[in-house]
């Protein structure tokens, strides 16, 4: 299978930035669309970005759109989320994630979470400060 890496996370203030990246395995990376989920604590995973296989396409949910940017990079197997104007709200862990495919078909089965997707990493925790 293929296997996804988050890393970026970390302890911010309000206001501030991070940049997360997710590093993929195996080389059929650019047949699939990626996302983001995240999971606050005690609530259900919320799917947060995707980009579409060639990065032509975008997806934000509106609660972070204007402030978040997914981007990838398909040479180097790698997907990006660049995160400003950080919010408390936005504390959770961050799921990177893979669906064969258009971008429509991540979010078709975007509301099943992780059973919904192909590949999914074990996250990285970011922590917005008051």
């Known amino acids: 299978q293929v296997q996804l890496v988050e890393s970026g996370g970390g302890l911010v203030q309000a206001g501030g930035s991070l940049r997360l990246s997710c590093a993929a395995s195996g080389r059929t990376f650019s047949d699939y669309t990626m996302g983001w989920f995240r999971q606050a604590a005690g609530k259900e995973h919320e799917f947060v970005t995707a980009i579409s296989r060639s990065g032509g396409i975008t997806y934000y949910v509106d609660s972070v759109k204007g402030r978040f940017t997914i981007s990838r990079d398909n040479a180097k197997n790698t997907v990006y989320l660049q995160m400003n104007s950080l919010k408390p709200e936005d504390t959770a862990v961050y799921y990177c994630?893979?669906?064969?495919?258009?971008?429509?078909?991540?979010?078709?089965?975007?509301?099943?979470?992780?059973?919904?997707?192909?590949?999914w990493g074990k996250g990285t925790l970011v922590t917005v400060s008051s």
């Open positions: 994630a893979a669906k064969f495919g258009p971008i429509a078909t991540m979010r078709r089965a975007s509301n099943e979470g992780p059973i919904g997707m192909d590949f």
